[in-house]
């Protein structure tokens, strides 16, 4: 059942791409005047339905450093809206992209508040986030911490030219976000939206009972060669319950954590737009707690609470008819409280802390513990004290921008500072608890302290400091002239930024931009960037990157002119040279670092020791990759439909990296070098149909990528057998033996592990050389070989004033390695944690359904080898997002000072759908567990 | 034209923007200065040589240290004297034959190399320091003896390696290299040793000194050198001359005239100063050892014990009781119905056994006691716990930090280096006398009775044979957990035999308070697959890059 659900999700998505070509003839008729208007965003408070292909690609577009129109575009940019992120309840926008932005693959691998920003990837690299223009970084907190309703809209540089004139940042792409500045419409708005909602923990591993985990930490001691320990009485007392304090049966992650979370936020928005004033001011406040229980006895919170509060203020002035300034402020101060012991290692804590470990609480009333497992992880959740971290940040831009007509026609001169200093603060108010076991219930005379109570700490230290100043001077020009378009930009950047006590590190540098294009029909683009960073070496800091770039609009050509199916249709190839400064900390230099002491005379006096550090490596630069993108668009049916296909390839070299051909003999670590080749390439997709039917407005849209990589070079020596080469396969290869079930008796002398005898139900590895025992020649690729799919699919329905939006989204070949306390039972040298899905183990009755190996107590040094029996699909689809709202008819409000009311509710992560099954795909590692999240709230405009 | 002078105060805003960043600029530190480069460290200034000093401190950090080194557990867990009580420690690899050059335990290959580039720099850049000659001389002498020793750590692993010298090799330099012979190594070390006896320290040294290495230091090393290289594994066709060098290298550390036996053997072990130990890693106080080795079941609030090594029945039956002979001579006075009495002190001194007292109570190793609970909590897998270098706190209430310096050399081996390597040099009466004397002064400070002829349960007019193996016995029991065993049976090559067994402990049940019963079990066994394991895989990544560099046999 399952199985045929996902089939029809595929097959759903794949069809939702490709409608626009099929619906052609069906959709024709119902063009609608509005629907060739190159609308952009508008203020309403109606969410985002995507009206026309211009809401994917309006006509000028945000790039680096300015604005192109479609039409003159070359480089390769994927485009959101910001209202698209609205109906996402998250506190981290980076949560909000999945399966929106063709091209970008996201991972969340860790759920808790304030710290659950997923990884973004674009083409195999995580892109440089570029916020109004400005790089920032994610030094002290995640540059991506905003509220989605202050976002104008996102922009993904994906292609070298785009991000060329970031020189030596430019290689990893680059997220742009575009915050808002105006009202659209001329006037001015105040808008409010209170909106609350509930996250529950998704998809999280379910630990064995006291019984099931005794009955096979039995048959693992047996396994093992030793006595069980657990008599069947003992058994029965845990599965009976008789004394719940001897042989306690403890849900641990039910007794630790809450089945629900509340999250708030409440946002005021006002926006002008006058003709020499516009702005736009924001208030946010969010707050976000955390799954863990609270004991009402402590007079402080120790459940995690996450609060935010953002500031923005985008202000821009026409001085006079030429001179723009422009003044934006940001401000965003954050609290977040943890218990003492600190999340993560709670949810080490569960890992390690079975059923029968202990009872909560002895019974007598205090902690209980024992000596084997003296973490009791309810006492660490609510007794530990609490740890609170306060952070500050701010960011001034200051812009002017003077236009020169005077000088030159269509020329103007700008420059802008940016000043953003963050600074955060760790207060520790921490304790220990004292736990107690009590060999005997009800003997209050017998028992051994465990955890001994500590008093409550009051220290507070720089958790971190970050500070950048960055100035940016400009000039450019835009004319145009009979069927000439051409601009130009000149720029000079310098970014100075600092991390507590490091040395300033410095990028700049001096880009420039040239488009021009002949008769709407072709446009040429050169860009290029001489870009330095100060921590190389002198003379190995600098280099120069240029790129160029062609796009045709076919559609103007005589031959298409007037098609009335084809609208757009055009073609775009870029190719450029991008760099990526990793220059570590002035690692060019050859230091001496201080060295373990050593101790000398009676007294043992502890003599400092000074020693060589790793070799320097004074010739490292800059990583570079030539990039080339071939890309094409096209929009048919009066642009209901849309369609756009990117191919890239990413040819990357002097990639850092230690060198193969490598000996301890040298006696120093060697250092990292540049000498690695990797490819990079795929292809994206992205097709769309929006259309109007009487009151029915609908869109229906989806992306796809392919993405694959492979090693080039990375200076690997000769191996002894093919199967070994990691050069060749991709970046992400897993790499270990391939299993091939479990021995049994009829195949018990099977090649095994060198040394090693072979138990029935231990896992059989493939001999690959065949040279009759298992051993390193015998590792190969297991995982990540395939070309990573991912894709979204998004369907919006507007009707009457109800508006809906679903958004579905999922990755497809993607493997990963499960190993650890959560993977392997009684780890933690046989303390550990086992689960349900432990019970699929390799008994002599279950020897043809089993899929793990038979359990030991020892860390197996045959079963839990990294082989494809620990290498899962994690291939998933989810219900990412969905919304459901109605506005109110304005006409219909009791008074005119309100404009617009709209009611609305959203879910994030609503079902997902996978092969992977013992826990969530994306977060599997026993972490803080992703939320799902159902949410409603109000909008209201006046 | 230039029309701009209406707009002057936008340039002026701009002016402003660049000054302040210019200005900005000016003055600030380039490099981080405070990570010290070559010449501030070797500095021609550094008329004390204080930063010298540090150079040469972090040299002795590669000195080789010794107790639950390998995850948790000693190397002598890796041989039929004791096992591991963890569940998993990494030693099982070693015990078991699980080695392999991926897997690897215990492998110093990087770290021996790191010392010698770390003692050939410190050799090629000293010269500049304005230190006195003397002190120039001692820092060198000591610069080399731990590149010698380092040397040493890796022939008695690998065989044959590598030699480099004086050269320090660099990024650029070709890193294929091949190996030298292990005679060659040997050769290098024992030069090594003997030019730089005479300049360093000599006993007695002054409290501020100790620790430092000393002349006995580098003639032990060349004594224990020798003995290697004269033993079966490195000599095949038994050259009678090398077994006399290596005899003659041990009497030169004896004919120093300053070291002596420490009266209390429990002492030797637990005190800093002594004439017994010629190097020993040096440590602070601490009560490590107190707590990963006492008996599983001395837990209080105040500490805890982990009991972390079961020495074997193997072990205990090789200790003679107090009369100095074996447990299988009727003579001994041994009662298999009471086992622990009446043995060679050494015994009560290396084994915690049922009903030895500690910490104000009998050690409780019978089945279900205190400290065998059969639980699964880590507890003895053999009934016994491992005693030796830990001070006697039988009526104490409490651990407290004691001196547990590793002992890299110690007087009480080279006795055993030169009974054995005499005892060896020809079959000849005087030269088993020599043997005798070295025993007997072992037996003696034992404690054990003297017996007829003051011979201290030695049998009389012992053949070479008899002698060999006297020594063997006497080497197994007084250096036990001493990280000598693993090396000795491999390089007497009789590993295949002494280490490919079921290794045994003793269950013991409770009849009644003071009564027990006891019955030797098998516990488990010892791998030892020959003739590979005799040296140890080198590193699968350094055989792949380095092709010149060619592996082990049967690895």
């Known amino acids: 059942m399952r199985k045929l659900l996902l089939l029809c999700f595929r097959t759903f998505i794949l069809c939702s791409i490709f409608l626009g070509i099929i619906s052609e003839n069906s959709y024709a008729a119902t063009v609608h005047d509005t629907i060739l208007t190159d609308t952009v965003r508008t203020d309403t408070i109606a969410r985002p339905l995507d009206k026309s292909y211009m809401d994917y690609q309006p006509a000028k577009l945000n790039i680096l450093y300015g604005e192109q129109s479609r039409s003159m575009l070359v480089q390769s940019v994927g485009f959101l809206?910001?209202?698209?992120?609205?109906?996402?309840?998250?506190?981290?926008?980076?949560?909000?992209?999945?399966?929106?932005?063709?091209?970008?693959?996201?991972?969340?691998?860790?759920?808790?508040?304030?710290?659950?920003?997923?990884?973004?990837?674009?083409?195999?690299?995580?892109?440089?986030?570029?916020?109004?223009?400005?790089?920032?970084?994610?030094?002290?907190?995640?540059?991506?911490?905003?509220?989605?309703?202050?976002?104008?809209?996102?922009?993904?540089?994906?292609?070298?030219?785009?991000?060329?004139?970031?020189?030596?940042?430019?290689?990893?792409?680059?997220?742009?976000?575009?915050?808002?500045?105006?009202?659209?419409?001329?006037?001015?708005?105040?808008?409010?939206?209170?909106?609350?909602?509930?996250?529950?923990?998704?998809?999280?591993?379910?630990?064995?009972s006291s019984y099931d985990y005794a009955s096979l930490y039995n048959e693992a001691r047996v396994n093992s060669g030793l006595a069980p320990v657990y008599s069947q009485s003992q058994l029965d007392a845990y599965r009976d319950g008789t004394d719940p304090y001897l042989y306690p049966n403890i849900n641990w992650q039910d007794a630790i954590l809450r089945d629900n979370a509340p999250q708030m936020r409440y946002t005021l928005n006002a926006g002008g737009n006058y003709t020499n004033l516009k702005y736009f001011v924001s208030l946010d406040y969010q707050n976000q707690s955390g799954l863990f229980k609270e004991d009402a006895a402590n007079p402080y919170r120790t459940n995690i609470n996450y609060s935010r509060y953002i500031f923005r203020s985008n202000i821009e002035l026409n001085v006079n008819k030429n001179l723009t300034a422009s003044l934006s402020l940001l401000g965003n101060i954050q609290d977040f409280i943890q218990p003492g012991a600190g999340y993560t290692s709670i949810f080490s804590s569960l890992l390690n802390t079975p059923s029968n470990a202990s009872a909560i609480y002895n019974f007598q009333g205090s902690y209980a513990g024992t000596q084997k497992y003296r973490n009791n992880p309810y006492a660490e959740t609510v007794a530990s004290g609490y740890l609170k971290n306060n952070l500050q940040s701010a960011a001034v831009n200051f812009a002017l921008k003077q236009k020169t007509d005077k000088l030159i026609r269509g020329s103007w001169i700008k420059a802008l500072l940016?000043?953003?200093?963050?600074?955060?603060?760790?207060?520790?108010?921490?304790?220990?608890?004292?736990?107690?076991?009590?060999?005997?219930?009800?003997?209050?005379?017998?028992?051994?302290?465990?955890?001994?109570?500590?008093?409550?700490?009051?220290?507070?230290?720089?958790?971190?400091?970050?500070?950048?100043?960055?100035?940016?001077?400009?000039?450019?020009?835009?004319?145009?002239?009979n069927n000439n378009d051409f601009s130009a930009l000149i720029l000079a950047s310098y970014d100075n930024s600092n991390v507590i006590n490091d040395l300033n590190q410095v990028y700049q540098g001096i880009a420039a931009l040239l488009n021009y294009s002949f008769n709407k029909r072709f446009t040429f683009e050169v860009a290029g960037a001489y870009s330095a960073n100060n921590r190389f070496a002198p003379r190995k800091q600098a280099d120069f990157y240029p790129g160029a770039g062609i796009s045709w609009n076919l559609h103007n050509e005589g031959f298409l002119k007037g098609n009335k199916f084809l609208n757009e249709f055009k073609l775009r190839v870029t190719y450029a040279k991008v760099g990526n400064a990793d220059p570590g900390y002035y690692v060019w230099r050859q230091t001496y670092l201080g060295g373990a002491a050593y101790r000398f005379g009676t007294g043992a006096t502890s003599?400092?020791?000074?020693?060589?550090?790793?070799?320097?490596?004074?010739?490292?630069?800059?990583?570079?990759?030539?990039?080339?993108?071939?890309?094409?668009?096209?929009?048919?049916?009066?642009?209901?439909?849309?369609?756009?296909?990117?191919?890239?390839?990413?040819?990357?070299?002097?990639?850092?990296?230690?060198?193969?051909?490598?000996?301890?003999?040298?006696?120093?670590?060697?250092?990292?070098?540049?000498?690695?080749?990797?490819?990079?390439?795929?292809?994206?997709?992205?097709?769309?149909?929006?259309?109007?039917?009487?009151?029915?407005?609908y869109s229906i849209s989806g992306n796809i990528t392919s993405a694959s990589s492979r090693i080039l070079f990375n200076d690997e020596p000769a191996q002894p057998y093919p199967n070994m080469a990691r050069t060749g396969n991709s970046i992400n290869q897993i790499r270990g033996y391939i299993a091939e079930g479990f021995f049994d008796a009829g195949n018990i002398s099977a090649p095994s592990l060198e040394g090693y005898v072979p138990s029935e139900g231990d896992v059989r590895y493939k001999d690959l050389n065949g040279d009759g025992v298992i051993s390193i020649y015998d590792q190969t690729v297991i995982g990540n070989g395939q070309p990573l799919l991912y894709f979204g699919a998004n369907i919006g329905l507007q009707f009457a004033g109800f508006d809906m939006n679903i958004l579905f989204q999922g990755v497809e070949n993607r493997d990963?390695?499960?190993?650890?306390?959560?993977?392997?039972?009684?780890?933690?040298?046989?303390?550990?944690?086992?689960?349900?899905?432990?019970?699929?183990?390799?008994?002599?009755?279950?020897?043809?359904?089993?899929?793990?190996?038979?359990?030991?107590?020892?860390?197996?040094?045959?079963?839990?080898?990294?082989?494809?029996?620990?290498?899962?699909?994690?291939?998933?689809?989810?219900?990412?997002?969905?919304?459901i709202g109605y506005t109110f008819n304005p006409n219909l409000l009791p008074t005119t000072v309100i404009k617009g009311v709209r009611l609305f509710v959203n879910g994030q992560n609503l079902a997902t759908f996978s092969k992977y099954k013992d826990s969530d795909p994306e977060n599997y590692t026993g972490l803080y567990p992703l939320q799902r999240i159902f949410n409603g709230g109000l909008s209201i405009k006046l | 034209m230039f029309t701009f002078t209406r707009k002057n105060y936008t340039f002026f805003i701009m002016l402003c923007v660049i000054n302040t960043f210019q200005l900005g600029c000016q003055k600030v530190e380039k490099v981080p200065l405070e990570a010290k480069t070559e010449d501030l460290v070797y500095d021609e200034k550094d008329l004390n040589g204080v930063v010298a000093n540090q150079a040469i401190t972090n040299l002795y950090t590669f000195l080789p240290t010794g107790f639950n080194r390998i995850d948790g557990s000693y190397l002598d867990a890796?041989?039929?004297?004791?096992?591991?009580?963890?569940?998993?420690?990494?030693?099982?690899?070693?015990?078991?034959?699980?080695q392999s050059s991926t897997q690897l335990v215990d492998n110093t290959f990087g770290d021996s190399y790191?010392?010698?580039?770390?003692?050939?720099?410190?050799?090629?850049?000293?010269?500049?320091?304005?230190?006195?000659?003397?002190?120039?001389?001692?820092?060198?002498?000591?610069?080399?003896?731990?590149?010698?020793?380092?040397?040493?750590?890796?022939?008695?692993?690998?065989?044959?390696?590598?030699?480099?010298?004086?050269?320090?090799?660099?990024l650029y330099d070709d890193i294929h290299?091949?190996?030298?012979?292990?005679?060659?190594?040997?050769?290098?070390?024992?030069?090594?040793?003997?030019?730089?006896?005479?300049?360093?320290?000599?006993?007695?040294?002054?409290?501020?000194?100790?620790?430092?290495?000393?002349?006995?230091?580098?003639?032990?090393?060349?004594?224990?050198?020798?003995?290697?290289?004269?033993?079966?594994?490195?000599?095949?066709?038994?050259?009678?001359?090398?077994?006399?060098?290596?005899?003659?290298?041990?009497?030169?550390?004896?004919?120093?005239?300053?070291?002596?036996?420490?009266?209390?053997?429990?002492?030797?072990?637990?005190?800093?100063?002594?004439?017994?130990?010629?190097?020993?890693?040096?440590?602070?106080?601490?009560?490590?050892?107190?707590?990963?080795n006492s008996p599983a079941g001395y837990v209080s609030d105040l500490y805890t014990s982990s009991g972390s090594t079961s020495p074997t029945q193997d072990l205990v039956d090789a200790f003679p009781t107090i009369t100095g002979k074996a447990i299988t001579d009727p003579t001994s006075g041994y009662d298999a119905m009471d086992p622990y009495a009446k043995r060679d002190p050494r015994f009560d001194a290396t084994i915690f056994y049922n009903g030895a007292e500690w910490l104000g109570r009998p050690v409780e190793t019978f089945e279900g006691g205190r400290d065998k609970p059969n639980t699964d909590q880590v507890q003895t897998k053999t009934g016994y716990y491992l005693r030796k270098f830990l001070p006697d706190l039988s009526t104490a209430s409490n651990y407290s930090p004691v001196d547990h310096n590793f002992i890299i050399f110690r007087y009480a081996e080279i006795l055993l280096n030169y009974a054995e390597a005499a005892n060896e040099s020809g079959d000849i009466a005087a030269n088993r006398a020599i043997a005798y004397t070295q025993l007997i002064s072992l037996r003696k400070r034992a404690k054990i009775i003297a017996g007829t002829g003051a011979l201290y349960g030695l049998k009389p007019n012992m053949n070479q044979v008899e002698m060999r193996e006297a020594i063997r016995l006497e080497r197994r029991i007084e250096m036990a957990f001493e990280e000598q065993r693993f090396w000795d049976v491999r390089r007497w090559k009789t590993a295949e035999i002494d280490f490919n067994k079921t290794l045994q402990g003793m269950e013991i049940t409770q009849i009644d308070a003071n009564a027990f019963s006891y019955q030797v079990v098998n516990v488990e066994p010892i791998v030892f697959i020959a003739p590979k394991m005799y040296l140890y895989p080198i590193p699968f990544t350094e055989v792949i890059s380095n092709n010149a560099l060619t592996q082990n046999s049967g690895w």
Request: hydrophobic content about 35%; proline content about 3%.
């Open chain 1, 81 to 208: 809206d910001g209202k698209r992120l609205e109906s996402n309840p998250v506190t981290n926008l980076s949560n909000a992209f999945a399966g929106q932005l063709v091209g970008l693959y996201s991972n969340t691998s860790n759920g808790a508040p304030r710290y659950d920003n997923a990884s973004l990837i674009i083409r195999g690299r995580s892109p440089l986030i570029v916020i109004d223009g400005v790089p920032r970084y994610s030094e002290v907190f995640n540059e991506l911490s905003l509220n989605p309703e202050q976002i104008e809209s996102v922009t993904l540089l994906k292609d070298g030219l785009s991000t060329v004139m970031l020189g030596n940042r430019a290689m990893d792409g680059v997220l742009m976000i575009t915050t808002r500045k105006k009202s659209i419409k001329p006037g001015s708005f105040l808008s409010f939206t209170a909106q609350g909602g509930v996250q529950n923990a998704m998809r999280m591993r379910q630990a064995l």
């Open chain 1, 418 to 481: 940016s000043y953003a200093p963050s600074y955060e603060q760790a207060i520790n108010r921490s304790k220990n608890y004292n736990a107690y076991n009590y060999p005997v219930t009800g003997d209050t005379t017998n028992y051994l302290r465990v955890s001994t109570i500590s008093e409550q700490l009051n220290s507070s230290s720089v958790q971190n400091r970050f500070q950048q100043t960055y100035v940016e001077l400009s000039t450019g020009i835009e004319r145009s002239w």
């Open chain 1, 607 to 697: 003599t400092a020791s000074i020693t060589q550090g790793a070799f320097a490596n004074p010739d490292r630069v800059t990583e570079k990759a030539k990039k080339f993108n071939f890309g094409l668009d096209f929009a048919f049916s009066n642009k209901h439909g849309w369609f756009s296909i990117d191919y890239y390839n990413n040819s990357q070299y002097d990639l850092l990296q230690t060198r193969g051909e490598s000996s301890l003999i040298l006696g120093n670590e060697y250092p990292l070098e540049n000498i690695g080749k990797n490819r990079y390439s795929g292809i994206e997709i992205n097709a769309g149909w929006v259309a109007t039917k009487g009151k029915l407005r």
């Open chain 1, 816 to 883: 990963i390695l499960t190993t650890g306390n959560y993977q392997f039972p009684f780890n933690n040298d046989g303390k550990g944690e086992a689960y349900t899905y432990n019970m699929n183990r390799y008994t002599p009755a279950t020897a043809s359904t089993a899929t793990l190996p038979r359990v030991t107590l020892f860390n197996e040094v045959n079963n839990y080898l990294t082989s494809s029996l620990y290498v899962k699909d994690a291939s998933y689809i989810r219900l990412k997002n969905f919304e």
């Open chain 2, 78 to 98: 890796a041989t039929d004297d004791g096992i591991t009580s963890q569940y998993a420690s990494n030693i099982q690899l070693l015990s078991k034959g699980l």
């Open chain 2, 114 to 170: 790191t010392g010698i580039n770390r003692a050939s720099l410190f050799l090629s850049k000293i010269d500049v320091v304005p230190v006195t000659d003397e002190t120039k001389t001692l820092w060198k002498a000591e610069a080399r003896f731990i590149r010698a020793m380092c040397y040493f750590e890796l022939i008695k692993r690998y065989g044959g390696v590598p030699l480099l010298g004086d050269k320090i090799l660099t």
């Open chain 2, 177 to 292: 290299i091949p190996r030298n012979s292990y005679a060659e190594c040997v050769q290098y070390i024992v030069n090594e040793c003997d030019s730089i006896s005479d300049h360093l320290l000599k006993e007695p040294v002054t409290a501020v000194q100790l620790g430092r290495i000393t002349q006995g230091a580098a003639l032990a090393l060349k004594s224990r050198v020798l003995l290697y290289a004269a033993s079966p594994l490195n000599n095949p066709s038994n050259d009678v001359t090398k077994w006399e060098t290596a005899a003659e290298a041990a009497k030169a550390v004896i004919d120093l005239g300053y070291y002596a036996l420490n009266a209390n053997f429990v002492n030797v072990f637990i005190t800093r100063k002594d004439k017994e130990a010629i190097l020993a890693y040096q440590d602070v106080k601490n009560q490590d050892l107190e707590r990963a």
